[in-house]
Nanobody
């Protein structure tokens, strides 16, 4: 089994910053892509940012220039630096990984971490 564990969410004022972390553990052979997604109340889950094993990144237009995704040195961790936060960034943020486990290809999700942007 593979587990993804997120941390770093919380309440922040508009214009503030937060840093989310996600660590993958378990029966992992290699991780191809890691990413962050979010789901606001009453809306569908949407892509925020992804990063490949080679470091290529992809961002949603709504977060370009404000959010930065990065992989950790151990390559099984991913971070999301969020700056200039807006109320519309309020959502549950989920970590996802496209990986090869000992039992085959898998795409597990973390449990989610709440980010609330409000004054």
């Amino acid at each position: 089994q593979v587990q993804l564990v997120e941390s770093g969410g919380g309440l922040v004022q508009p214009g503030g910053s937060l840093r989310l972390s996600c660590a993958a553990s378990g029966s992992i052979v290699t991780i191809y892509t890691m990413g962050w997604y979010r789901q606001a109340a009453g809306k569908q889950r949407e892509l925020v940012a992804t990063i490949s094993s080679g470091g290529s990144t992809n961002y949603a237009d709504s977060v370009k220039g404000r959010f930065t995704i990065a992989r950790g040195n151990a390559k099984n961790t991913v971070y999301l630096e969020m700056n200039s936060l807006k109320p519309e960034d309020t959502a549950v943020y989920y970590c996802n990984a496209d990986l090869l486990a000992w039992y085959g290809r898998s795409s597990p999700w973390g449990q989610g971490t709440q980010v609330t942007v409000s004054s």
